[in-house]
């Protein structure tokens, strides 16, 4: 629950602008808006990046100031676009997720990232060193790897900060398909720019310039004829 949260970078204008949201167990919740609009922002806030701001954040109704920093990151398991990879093998950066697990456990993940069969025709398969950041993987297959590496850790709030914003729509399709499954234990925060990633999810959060500007289904947000709608005829007008 974030209750009138407000932010700004090094008090210059504000980033977020008084958020009141609240998020239920075992939702699916998908998090749009504008370039700008402080969708990574509020997640930053949550896995306290940043420590000072107004207002307060709970976790099952626990103050996060109260929580460390380590419990945090325990509870949440962020994909970010930008993925970072260790120069190690492919089982050591999806086992890093959970280092406690086994490599059953770590194929078990791949193949729910639907990575295991590209992972399989590689010479050295779950063995080859990824380079640098991961510079001998495309930026797909680095998705994947972080994708495998969260499922791993199975944690209580899952984040996707445009996690699927490099894979195919075949390959985000077989992902989600996994995601649903763990939907019932885990709590998925997807923040999306690509609106038909998030077109399923229980509830739509739209922000714009710091605000919640809608809160609906898809469908709801639709029929309102608003930001969320204009922003899907533009992105359907793309497509063709």
């Known amino acids: 629950e974030f209750k009138n949260i407000s932010f700004s970078y090094e008090n210059k204008r504000k980033i977020i602008k008084n958020i009141n949201l609240k998020i239920n167990?075992?939702?699916?919740?998908?998090?749009?808006?504008?370039?700008?609009?402080?969708?990574?922002?509020?997640?930053?806030?949550?896995?306290?990046?940043?420590?000072?701001?107004?207002?307060?954040?709970?976790?099952?109704?626990?103050?996060?100031?109260?929580?460390?920093?380590?419990?945090i990151r325990n509870i949440l398991g962020i994909i970010p676009q930008d993925i970072v990879l260790f120069n190690n093998?492919?089982?050591?950066?999806?086992?890093?997720?959970?280092?406690?697990?086994?490599?059953?456990?770590?194929?078990?993940?791949?193949?729910?990232?639907?990575i295991h069969s590209f992972i399989n025709k590689l010479p050295l398969k779950y063995k080859t060193v990824?380079?640098?950041?991961?510079?001998?993987?495309?930026g797909g297959e680095k998705q994947r790897v972080a994708i495998a590496r969260a499922l791993l850790k199975n944690p209580k709030i899952f984040v996707f900060d445009e996690?699927?914003?490099?894979?195919?729509?075949?390959?985000?399709?077989?992902?989600e398909k996994s995601l649903k499954?763990?939907?019932?234990?885990?709590?998925?925060?997807?923040?999306?720019?690509?609106?038909?990633?998030?077109?399923?999810?229980?509830k739509i959060i739209v922000l714009d310039n710091g605000t919640i500007n809608e809160i609906g289904s898809h469908q709801e947000l639709i029929n309102k004829n608003g930001l969320y709608a204009e922003m899907w005829i533009r992105q359907q007008e793309n497509l063709n």
């Open 181 to 202: 499954k763990l939907s019932s234990k885990n709590t998925t925060v997807i923040i999306a720019h690509r609106l038909s990633t998030i077109i399923d999810a229980d």
């Open 130 to 138: 990824v380079g640098e950041r991961g510079l001998k993987l495309s």
């Open 89 to 114: 093998s492919i089982l050591y950066n999806i086992g890093y997720g959970n280092l406690k697990k086994s490599e059953n456990h770590i194929i078990d993940a791949a193949k729910k990232a639907n």
């Open 25 to 71: 167990e075992g939702e699916r919740i998908g998090l749009v808006g504008p370039t700008g609009s402080g969708k990574t922002t509020i997640f930053r806030l949550l896995y306290k990046f940043y420590e000072v701001f107004d207002g307060d954040i709970f976790i099952d109704g626990k103050n996060i100031k109260e929580i460390s920093k380590k419990k």
């Open 163 to 175: 996690a699927t914003s490099a894979l195919d729509t075949k390959t985000e399709k077989s992902i």
